[in-house]
């Protein structure tokens, strides 16, 4: 393999070919499916950002303690 191309790139791939040779269905389903994979993780961190903020304004002191530390983190960058 070449050992300029991104791992990111090899783990897509290899998730692409897993998905159409080890998946179970029509073709079609498993061309979407293999293609569409990388969403998963996408929407894993979407979930936890909405539970973050949620719990922000359920829990104010977790909210603030949230944003003192966006704060510090954004201030030593």
């Known amino acids: 393999m070449n050992e300029y191309l991104p791992l990111g790139a090899i783990l897509y791939i290899g998730g692409?070919?897993?998905g159409l040779?080890?998946?179970d269905g029509p073709l079609a389903g498993r061309v979407g499916l293999a293609l569409a994979w990388p969403l998963g993780p996408l929407a894993f961190m979407l979930t936890v950002a909405l539970l973050v903020g949620?719990?922000?304004i359920a829990f104010p002191a977790f909210g603030a303690?949230?944003?003192a530390a966006a704060?510090?983190?954004w201030a030593y960058q």
Do not use: E, I, P, Y
Request: proline share 0%; hydrophobic share 80%; with cysteine.
């Open 54 to 56: 949620a719990a922000c």
């Open 65 to 67: 303690a949230v944003v």
């Open 16 to 18: 692409v070919l897993t």
């Open 71 to 73: 704060l510090a983190f």
């Open 21 to 23: 040779v080890l998946g």
